[in-house]
């Protein structure tokens, strides 16, 4: 028992690694529970870097060498940051129905609740959080470093060298902090990154639409990313949290998010290899956006997403050059070695898979929501193009596929189309609830660093 609660607390302590971020003033405008869940992210990505840089300069990771300086530093900055001149708070719009604002409220924590059952009671654990996600955490722990040589190792290669640490090495640290490997209380952290996810995608929508906007479409994302993270199986592996960074990049993108955006861009690539390539659809999404969505995006944001995507692409690719990982899967087809005769049965067999434990109504809703307001899509532009685009990347990609179909994309596509479905669902959202009249007059402070 004492162990349990060391493996779930060193989660928390996480906030004191990322505290920094929560005194940015951009955040500080979220409201507490948002700030505490910006600071997770940060401590995410504290303890990522570190262990890459601690692993090359071949210092144990203990509790100690990871936990004292870094926590010494964060505090220390965050105790100076919150000396500075706090940052106005403005009412933050309409509050709409007290009875909306209930029923957002308990769907939420009961949609919260159920995932965590599930999760707990080992209902939808990952496959690759056994092969992989939660072996190489258990090892890292027990060597003290990421164990490049092993790998490396050719009757390794389900343990996939090539995949970004974020996720193993959060793991690890709860390992290192709790003497051991605690397989089943970990797979709530599935669970604490919808929470993170919710707390945060809320406040940005109430900063900037008010708070009849955010109880509108709180309920439904969470529901939708709730079922479909257990009925993918999701539980330990890196889904989650990579559905958690691309709504909230994409959602601080958008509508302005400050600090958040180059914390999330970076989290999204040092998550899963997919990661990199939803921060440039994203990216790319954003430079359009800048002419055809309202409101636009701005310039600084896209450059911070960028360089931000860039830096953590570039650590972790330095890393694996350094220390012989593949930087490239060699389990994958070449890039040009297409099968075009195979795009219908690509296309029926990807949505025959996409599911995501509703029966398809998470993504027929919202596709019928999308299609009924039209008329307001430059509100929804960029959220919407960017799902549009991780489908269609995908639907490309399993043209070089050559084994049977069905048995691939049966295990891969319910968990690689979750971030699509989650900004499909904020698209939706913003097309119902959020009016572009709205967007000028709501406090918008969010552009801030």
Wanted: net charge positive; proline share 5%.
């Amino acid at each position: 028992m004492t162990n349990a609660f060391l493996f779930i607390g060193a989660k928390f302590l996480l906030l004191l690694f990322g505290a920094p971020a929560a005194y940015a003033p951009s955040v500080q405008q979220l409201g507490i529970t948002a700030r505490l869940a910006t600071a997770y992210i940060a401590g995410h990505l504290v303890i990522s870097v570190a262990a890459v840089a601690f692993s090359l300069m071949r210092i144990e990771m203990t509790m100690l060498t990871m936990a004292v300086p870094f926590a010494g530093f964060a505090l220390a900055c965050a105790i100076y940051l919150s000396r500075r001149r706090p940052v106005a708070i403005a009412p933050p719009g309409s509050d709409g129905t007290h009875a909306g604002a209930r029923f957002a409220q308990i769907t939420t924590v009961t949609t919260l609740a159920c995932v965590f059952v599930a999760l707990l009671a080992t209902r939808a654990t990952s496959a690759d959080y056994l092969y992989f996600w939660g072996a190489k955490a258990a090892r890292f722990a027990e060597v003290g470093r990421i164990d490049a040589a092993l790998l490396v190792t050719p009757h390794m290669i389900h343990l996939r060298g090539l995949y970004p640490p974020l996720v193993t090495i959060a793991h690890t640290w709860s390992a290192l902090v709790a003497g051991e490997m605690l397989w089943v209380e970990n797979l709530a952290s599935a669970g604490g990154w919808l929470v993170v996810g919710t707390v945060i995608l809320h406040a940005l929508l109430r900063e900037k639409y008010g708070r009849a906007t955010a109880n509108g479409i709180i309920p439904f994302w969470t529901v939708a990313i709730g079922a479909s993270l257990i009925d993918s199986f999701s539980g330990g592996s890196a889904e989650a949290p990579l559905v958690c960074f691309t709504t909230l990049g994409a959602a601080s993108l958008f509508l302005g998010g400050g600090v958040l955006t180059p914390l999330c861009f970076a989290a999204m690539v040092l998550t899963k290899v997919e990661g990199t390539m939803i921060a440039v659809l994203c990216i790319g999404a954003a430079m359009l956006a800048r002419r055809f969505a309202e409101p636009r995006p701005s310039m600084r944001q896209i450059v911070a997403a960028a360089s931000s995507t860039a830096a953590a692409y570039l650590m972790w690719w330095g890393f694996q050059r350094l220390e012989g990982l593949p930087t490239s899967d060699p389990m994958r087809q070449r890039v040009l070695d297409l099968d075009v005769s195979r795009f219908p049965a690509v296309i029926v067999t990807m949505m025959a898979n996409m599911d995501a434990g509703t029966l398809g109504l998470s993504w027929i809703v919202a596709l019928s929501v999308v299609v009924f307001c039209v008329g307001r899509w430059r509100i929804a532009f960029g959220p919407l193009l960017v799902s549009l685009s991780i489908v269609g990347f995908y639907a490309v990609y399993y043209l070089h596929e050559r084994r049977p179909l069905e048995l691939v994309m049966g295990w891969e596509v319910p968990r690689i189309t979750q971030p699509a479905l989650s900004l499909l669902v904020l698209a939706a959202g913003l097309a119902l609830h959020a009016r572009p009249q709205e967007a000028e007059t709501a406090h918008d402070v969010l552009s801030a660093p």
